[in-house]
């Protein structure tokens, strides 16, 4: 029904940056919430950022000041721009969205892209 697609992710030294996209595609009809999520190895997937109707933003305050989220609502796209990269954030992003396709709404999740950022 619906499918969510990250790219950008790879390898960065300490201090870089790099840009994450999630496109959502399929039979959407709406969209409500659309943001990010990691998953460092034997830690639990934590929230990154998201952006609620297309306007209210929340951050994980480790990444506050640093990363900035953004929506193209017209091609179902979030982007996560991230920016003085630490080792810490090595993980797995996955993008997440909620979304009403067809007759209900429904959590979707990407397949993640792998961040890894070298000391």
């Known amino acids: 029904q619906v499918q969510l697609v990250e790219s950008g992710g790879g390898l960065v030294q300490a201090g870089g940056s790099l840009r994450l996209s999630c496109q959502a595609s399929g039979s959407i009809v709406s969209i409500r919430t659309m943001g990010w999520y990691r998953q460092a190895p034997g830690k639990q997937r934590e929230l990154v950022a998201t952006i609620f109707a297309g306007v209210s933003q929340n951050y994980a305050d480790s990444v506050k000041g640093r990363f900035t989220a953004s929506i193209d609502n017209a091609k179902n796209t979030v982007y996560l721009q991230m920016n003085s990269l630490k080792p810490e954030d090595t993980a797995v992003y996955y993008c997440?969205?909620?979304?009403?396709?067809?007759?209900?709404?429904?959590?979707?999740w990407g397949e993640g892209t792998q961040v890894t950022v070298s000391s």
């Open positions: 997440n969205a909620d979304v009403l396709a067809l007759r209900s709404w429904r959590s979707y």
